[in-house]
């Protein structure tokens, strides 16, 4: 597991540069932050969580459990599930807003047109609401 990346992700670049060319600018995975969010917009007070399926134990055709180790695995994903949620919960008690992008949206077969995804997020930034889930279809 040393070798699966968690920065500078493929679904993770395809957002900032979507984010940059949108002429939205951010900081990226933020330590002082729960969670360490993957792009964080002080100006907006909002932070994105870009989550790959299989790792954030999302209900979509990319998650599958394995077939061996299942008592690890299964122990190791449900404990990122709910790291993922106390980082949610400080967030939004500490006035960030919280958009979390599934893998699913970016790529695989249920996935939504791209450009319309990140209209979504963009307009999602720039307003006041507190959440927002981009995932497949």
Known sequence: MAA?????????????????AAGLRYRLHGKDLPGKP??????????????????????????????TRQDFWRAKL??????DQRAEIA???????VATIWECA????????????MQSLIAWIEADQ???TIRGG
């Open 4 to 20: 699966i990346k968690g920065r500078n992700t493929k679904p993770e670049l395809m957002v900032r540069k979507a984010m940059h």
């Open 38 to 67: 993957d792009l964080i917009f002080p100006r907006y007070k909002a932070v994105v969580f870009v989550n790959g399926c299989f790792w954030h134990q999302h209900d979509c055709h990319l998650f599958r459990w394995p077939a």
């Open 78 to 83: 449900s404990r990122n599930v709910a790291n």
């Open 91 to 97: 967030l939004l008690e500490t006035g960030w807003r």
């Open 106 to 117: 970016l790529k695989g077969r249920t996935r939504p047109d791209f450009t319309k995804a």
């Open 130 to 132: 507190q959440t927002i």
